[in-house]
């Protein structure tokens, strides 16, 4: 297949482009290359024939017609997006412009093309979003893709905004969707202001472990090559106007999360004493959710996928990308806002 991936330069997105480029699928990668993208994430298939970077804004609909002409994919897969939730809080308009706004645009250039090719029952317009959108959840029950959504932070409500313009453009115009939405991801690649970097590389720099409120919140952990697997697997199979949960199966509350990496870490990088001695408990995110889980029954049962790696395996490999990688991270720790606390304006 020929795939054009936005957000390709990001953590998600740089998954899917190495692993489709694997696969043999020809890669457009559009990423506008915004504070949270790095093309290092891509080096490793820069000079593959497959590969071929695009930097475009979702937002330009002129760059957008210019590059489907050009290209030709036989699917979208969308996953650029503004995606921290501490920074949604101090400016939730970007959010809305890229996420919402961007969406729009990116649809309504995927409609234009897909009509003026005859309307090919194959096309995909594939848009991968986040089990945020439904809420948050009590100590049991698991979202299914039936869940009434419930967004709650600036980004969860962009998110369900953007999922709910794919859905109309299926109903509406008969364009081909697939939607996604998958829980809390984790792995090589991940950008140094979310949890679990924040985590590994304090901890290395003997800073303070922050954990937000008393650390019970629960997240379903989803490796993020795993999830990469799940989405090339639903651009390829999954049915039109259908959407697919993804989940870890993989749920705990971030205090264990974090006592789990340090207990790793102080087998790989031994100290005196343990790095969970360094554990700060933080004010709490605003409207912070108590526990997503994901009902994984639908992908499992129709496509055949499950999570290949339990949470402690995907961190131990975790771990062993951060220790081995040190400028990528330490080039990405000098961007704005990185290493400061976002967020706490309630
Ligand atoms: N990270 C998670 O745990 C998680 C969970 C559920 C869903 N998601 C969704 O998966 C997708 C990817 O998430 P991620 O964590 O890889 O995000 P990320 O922030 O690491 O990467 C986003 C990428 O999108 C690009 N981008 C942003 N605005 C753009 C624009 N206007 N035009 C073109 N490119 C733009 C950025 O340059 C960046 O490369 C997002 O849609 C996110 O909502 C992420």
């Known amino acids: ?111 234009a093309y897909w009509v003026a090719r005859g309307k090919p029952d194959r096309f995909r317009f594939h848009h991968i979003s986040t089990d945020e959108v439904f809420g948050s959840l009590g100590a049991t029950g698991q979202f299914t893709e039936d869940t009434p959504y419930d967004p709650r932070s600036p980004y969860s409500a962009s998110k369900a905004g953007s999922d709910h313009l794919v859905r109309a453009w299926h109903e509406t115009y008969g364009l081909p969707v697939v939607l996604t939405n998958c829980s809390n991801n984790y792995g090589p690649y991940h950008f140094p202001e979310k949890l679990i970097p924040v985590i590994v590389l304090n901890a290395l720099a003997g800073k303070a472990l922050p954990i937000y409120g008393d650390g019970s919140n629960v997240r379903d952990w989803l490796y993020v090559e795993d999830h990469a697997e799940a989405l090339l697997l639903v651009v390829a199979r999954g049915a039109p106007g259908r959407s697919y949960n993804i989940g870890g199966e993989n749920e705990r509350s971030n205090l264990d999360l974090v006592r789990t990496l340090c207990a790793i870490l102080d087998r790989k990088r031994p100290r005196d004493g343990s790095y969970a001695d360094q554990i700060t408990f933080v004010t709490d995110r605003p409207g912070h959710d108590a526990r997503y889980a994901i009902d994984p029954v639908r992908i499992r049962e ?29 080039a990405l720790q000098e961007r704005h806002g990185v290493g400061q606390r976002l967020g706490v304006r309630a």
């Open 1 to 111: 297949m020929k795939l054009l991936v936005t957000g390709g330069a990001g953590f998600i997105g740089s998954a899917v482009v190495r692993r489709a480029v694997a696969q043999g699928h020809q890669v457009v990668n559009l990423d506008a290359l915004t504070y949270a993208a790095c093309l290092d994430n891509v080096a490793s298939v820069a000079d593959n024939p497959l590969y071929v970077f695009e930097q475009a804004d979702i937002r330009d609909r002129a760059a957008l017609d210019r590059i489907l002409a050009k290209h030709q994919p036989d699917a979208v897969m969308h996953l650029a997006a503004e995606s921290h939730v501490d920074r949604s809080i101090d400016g939730p308009g970007t959010f809305i412009d890229t996420n919402v706004m961007g969406t729009f645009h990116l649809l309504e250039a995927a409609r």
């Open 302 to 330: 129709e496509l055949g996928w499950r999570p290949s790696v339990t949470v402690e395996q995907g961190l131990e490999l975790t771990v062993d990308w951060y220790l081995a990688n040190e400028p990528w991270w330490r």
